[in-house]
């Protein structure tokens, strides 16, 4: 996944996909604007040459950890939707406040009310950060489950210079044959699940996938 932050850039993305059925899945771009609305109208046209080849395939939005579940916070996730009407939205919500016991149902209804895309996130648990992995279908069209790998050394340790080191953690083959089973079970609900492996420490995040992709069979 690479940053998009012109109509160039994204028409060289578009040239580098070598299938007629590739798609993109494009993250949100963060800029310092001072407004909004020119920050809203430079991601459109970045991402304009993907969506007018057919090769973009949704949004991603993962919203910090200080993005909760009520108050402003929420009103900021409830514009992005507003704004992305017409396009894919995927958000990853990284405040565990999204997902309490009050609030999951709620979340899960906003979501599905707005036909934005779940992010079940596989991460360490037992930090500020952390968030529980929810096996749930919230669009009809798509589901993405991202694994970051479940090294509770590195998740919030700081002075770390690369994220390779962060997400340094290589799944044995039992958890990842657990994770394939959640992901056979969404994909009969689903018309799309997308398996982000995000451990990205030398070749684990490959060799993780091609164990995934054959347990998923």
């Not at 430079?42 to 090769?55: I, M, N, T, Y």
Request: aromatic residues 8%; proline residues 3%; hydrophobic residues 35%.
């Amino acid at each position: 996944m690479a940053s998009i932050s012109s109509s160039r850039m994204g028409e060289r993305y578009h040239g580098r996909r070598p299938a007629e059925d590739c798609t993109a899945q494009a993250p949100s771009l963060v800029l310092r604007i001072r407004h909004p609305q020119e920050l809203w109208r430079r991601f459109s046209e970045a991402v304009e040459p993907l969506r007018l080849a057919g090769k973009l395939g949704a949004i991603h939005f993962q919203f910090a950890p200080w993005i909760t579940s009520g108050g402003e916070s929420k009103r900021h996730v409830e514009h992005c939707s507003t704004v992305m009407q017409g396009r894919l939205m995927v958000v990853e919500f990284r405040n565990k406040s999204w997902w309490t016991e009050r609030n999951r149902d709620s979340t899960l209804a906003f979501e599905r009310e707005r036909e934005l895309v779940n992010v079940v996130v596989n991460g360490p648990q037992g930090f500020s950060s952390s968030v529980p992995a929810v096996w749930e279908v919230t669009s009809s069209q798509l589901t993405i489950v991202r694994l970051h790998g479940r090294n509770a050394d590195t998740w919030e340790k700081k002075g770390l210079t690369t994220s390779s080191d962060r997400f340094n953690y290589d799944f044995r083959d039992d958890e990842i044959n657990e994770i394939a089973e959640h992901i056979k079970a969404l994909s009969q609900r689903v018309l799309v699940v997308q398996a982000i492996v995000n451990n990205n420490y030398q070749d684990q995040g490959q060799r993780n996938a091609q164990t995934l992709a054959g347990f998923s069979q």
